[in-house]
T-cell receptor, first 113, second 110 residues
Framework: DSGVTQTPKHLITATGQRVTLRCSPRSGDLSVYWYQQSLDQGLQFLIQYYNGEERAKGNILERFSAQQFPDLHSELNLSSLELGDSALYFC????????????FGSGTRLTVV | GIQVEQSPPDLILQEGANSTLRCNFSDSVNNLQWFHQNPWGQLINLFYIPSGTKQNGRLSATTVATERYSLLYISSSQTTDSGVYFCAGFTNQGAQKLVFGQGTRLTINP
């Protein structure tokens, strides 16, 4: 157990729907990062939050949004889902802004049908 | 340009063999890490190795930051070592983030 908890582990949903992925960081970690891993794109950075504030944005679609709550857990919201959104979504956390190492959760496998 | 490049893309070995995986990284990347993604998709942090050498059991890693490369050594491979090995580095280009190589898929046959 890495200490980073992601739920749910698996999610199957239809095109056009909206889902929410949840991440609880390791105790004491202030930064949360979201990554998408699809077959053809590898691991792509989506977005980072640090202590409740958005700090960095990567290749995140406008249909996707995220937030980090006062208790430091984070949610990634994916809407108007398309088949191509099927992927593994990882959350990672770090104590600082990530320069000294990330710890990843076990991921949420999203299948859009 | 490519910030983190891994080789080889695929490696198939017999149980008991040794292997060396390579990661080249650009000037804009530092603070290397190695990860193992097992067949169930879990990403396991193996080493945080910005420079120097570290060892953990049958695995060891060396980063030569001045020459922009890192090596992961696996000795006496076991079938449970199978999976994809990623190196990743921290970059300040654009958003501050960890950027990943495309991975080396390692298959250890019994």
């Amino acid at each position: 157990d890495s200490g980073v908890t992601q739920t749910p582990k698996h999610l199957i949903t239809a095109t056009g729907q909206r889902v929410t992925l949840r991440c609880s960081p390791r105790s004491g970690d202030l930064s949360v990062y979201w990554y998408q891993q699809s077959l053809d794109q590898g691991l792509q950075f989506l977005i980072q939050y640090y202590n409740g504030e958005e700090r960095a944005k990567g290749n995140i679609l406008e249909r996707f949004s995220a937030q980090q709550f006062p208790d430091l857990h984070s949610e990634l919201n994916l809407s108007s889902l398309e088949l191509g959104d099927s992927a593994l979504y990882f959350c990672a956390s770090s104590h600082d802004r990530g320069r000294y190492g990330y710890t990843f959760g076990s991921g949420t496998r999203l299948t859009v049908v | 340009g490519i910030q983190v490049e891994q080789s080889p893309p695929d490696l198939i070995l017999q149980e008991g063999a040794n292997s060396t995986l390579r990661c080249n990284f650009s000037d804009s990347v530092n603070n290397l890490q190695w990860f193992h993604q097992n067949p169930w998709g879990q990403l396991i942090n193996l080493f945080y190795i910005p420079s120097g050498t570290k060892q953990n059991g049958r695995l060891s890693a060396t980063t030569v930051a001045t020459e922009r490369y890192s090596l992961l050594y696996i000795s006496s491979s076991q079938t449970t070592d199978s999976g994809v090995y990623f190196c990743a580095g921290f970059t300040n280009q654009g958003a501050q983030k960890l950027v990943f190589g495309q991975g080396t898929r390692l298959t250890i046959n019994p």
